[in-house]
C-alpha cells in the first residue's frame, strides 16, 4: 500500500538586479515595470481592467439619503412534507405553534404535539428608500430549528421590525426553494441549501420612514469603491454640468468616498439628481490581485505591477510501501502465527525546474509559471511569495 504523506511546495524567488538590462519601451524608467495588458488564458487566472473605465454615478455611487434599511422577523412556516423542526429537539417551535393556534383561538390544552411539518425560521428583508406603503418587498427566509427543507412550505404571516423595534413591513406567502434535498434509507441527495428560501414581493410594506430629501439643501454622493481620483473626476464632470446648467460649480470632493453637491437656486432636487445619476466618470481604483484559497481563484487588476524574478517551483514526495510478512511458527512448537511488519520509505522531488521571469509584467508572469507546469494553487503560493520578496507592486487579497 502506497501513502503520500507529505506534498510540499518549495518556493524560492530572489530578486534580479535590472541594472545594466534597458527598459522596454513599454516599461516605466523609474522602477522596471510595466502595466499589465491581457494575461495567458489557459492558466486559470480571471482578468478584470478596472482603471480607465467609464460609469455612470447611479452606478458607482449612492445618495446618502437613499440608504436602505434591514428588518427582521420570526415567524413559522407551516406546510411541508414531513421535513419540519422535530418538536423535541427545538422547543421554541411547539411554543410558537401553540402561541399562533391561542391567538387564533383554538385551545392546545390536553395533548402534546407531534407536528412534524413545521418549521421557526428567521425572516429578513431590505426596506428600500423611498419606499412607500403598500409596496412590496422581497423576503429571505432561515430555518432555526432541525428541519431538513423548506420546499413546499408557506411562510404565516410574520411582522417585520427595524431596529428601533417598530413594524415597518408584514410578510406571509409560499417559499420558494431552488436547492434539492432527498433522503433515502441508505442515500442522501442533497444540492443546495434547502433550509433557505425566498418569498419574491412576499412582505407589504405597512410604515414607511420619514423621507427627509425634499428637506435637505443639497445632496451627498457615497462612492462604493473609495478612491480619491474618482471622488475628484466624479467632482469635476459634475462641476462642468453645472457650469453650463446653472453658471455655477456645486460639487466638492470631501474625501475618498463623499462628493457633497450643492441644490442650485431654484432647482428641482429630484430633477437635479436625474440629471445628474447620468452623468459618465471616469473611474479609478488601486492595483490589487484578489486570491480566494478555498476556490483557487485568481482576479488579477489591470495596474499591477511586478519586478523581474526567478521562481523555483518543485514538489517533495515521500512514499511509504506497506508489505507485512506473514510468519509461521515451526511444526510441533508453542509458537503462534504473526504478521511482521516490513515499511519501504521512499522520497523524491516531482519538478523542481527554475524559471526566470524576463519581463516584468503580468503576462511574462504567467507564462513562465505555465513553463513549469504550476497549477492554480501552486500560482496562488507564488503570488504570495512574490508579495514578500517586494517583487509585486499591488496590494495581495486573501480571502
Not at 418587498?137 to 411562510?155: F, K, M, P
Amino acid at each position: 500500500m502506497i501513502r503520500r504523506i507529505a506534498k510540499i511546495f518549495s518556493i524560492w524567488i530572489a530578486m534580479i538586479c535590472l541594472a545594466g538590462s534597458g527598459p522596454g519601451p513599454a516599461m516605466d524608467a523609474a522602477n522596471g515595470s510595466r502595466s499589465v495588458e491581457d494575461f495567458a488564458s489557459g492558466s486559470g487566472l480571471s482578468f478584470i481592467r478596472p482603471a480607465g473605465a467609464s460609469s455612470r454615478i447611479k452606478d458607482i455611487a449612492s445618495l446618502q439619503a437613499g440608504r436602505d434599511n434591514q428588518l427582521i422577523g420570526y415567524g413559522l412556516v407551516v406546510g411541508l412534507q414531513g421535513t419540519g423542526d422535530g418538536l423535541r429537539n427545538s422547543p421554541f417551535t411547539e411554543q410558537s405553534l401553540r402561541a399562533m393556534l391561542q391567538n387564533l383561538g383554538i385551545s392546545t390544552e390536553g395533548g402534546a404535539s407531534r407536528v412534524n411539518n413545521v418549521a421557526a425560521v428567521i425572516v429578513t428583508a431590505n426596506l428600500p428608500p423611498f419606499a412607500s406603503l403598500g409596496s412590496r418587498i422581497d423576503v429571505t427566509v432561515s430555518s432555526l430549528g432541525d428541519a431538513t427543507s423548506l420546499r413546499g412550505g408557506t411562510l404565516v404571516m410574520t411582522s417585520l421590525s427595524g431596529p428601533d423595534g417598530q413594524i415597518y413591513a408584514v410578510a406571509q406567502g409560499s417559499v420558494i426553494v431552488s436547492a434539492v434535498n432527498a433522503q433515502g434509507d441508505a442515500a442522501i441527495l442533497q444540492q443546495g441549501t434547502a433550509t433557505a428560501g425566498r418569498l419574491p414581493g412576499g412582505a407589504i410594506i405597512e410604515r414607511e420612514i420619514p423621507a427627509t430629501f425634499k428637506q435637505t439643501e443639497g445632496l451627498v454622493y457615497q462612492l462604493r469603491n473609495p478612491d480619491f481620483t474618482t471622488a475628484v473626476g466624479m467632482a469635476d464632470v459634475i462641476n462642468a454640468f453645472s457650469e453650463a446648467r446653472y453658471g455655477t460649480p456645486i460639487a466638492e470632493a470631501r474625501d475618498s468616498t463623499t462628493v457633497a453637491v450643492r441644490k442650485p437656486p431654484r432647482a428641482d432636487l429630484a430633477r437635479l439628481t436625474a440629471e445628474l445619476e447620468g452623468l459618465v466618470v471616469e473611474t479609478d481604483s488601486p492595483a490589487r490581485v484578489v486570491v480566494n484559497e478555498r476556490t483557487g481563484t485568481i482576479v488579477i487588476g489591470n495596474d499591477v505591477r511586478i519586478s523581474k524574478v526567478a521562481v523555483s517551483h518543485g514538489t517533495l514526495v515521500v512514499q511509504i510501501n506497506e508489505t507485512p510478512t506473514v510468519v509461521q511458527p515451526l511444526p510441533f512448537s508453542d509458537g503462534v502465527t504473526a504478521v511482521e511488519p516490513l515499511t519501504d520509505i521512499t522520497a523524491g522531488v516531482d519538478g523542481g525546474q527554475v524559471a526566470i521571469i524576463d519581463g516584468p509584467d503580468l503576462r511574462t508572469l504567467v507564462a513562465g509559471l505555465n513553463s513549469i507546469g504550476v497549477k492554480p494553487d501552486g500560482i496562488i503560493a507564488i503570488l504570495q511569495g512574490i508579495k514578500s520578496a517586494g517583487a509585486l507592486h499591488a496590494e495581495l487579497v486573501l480571502q
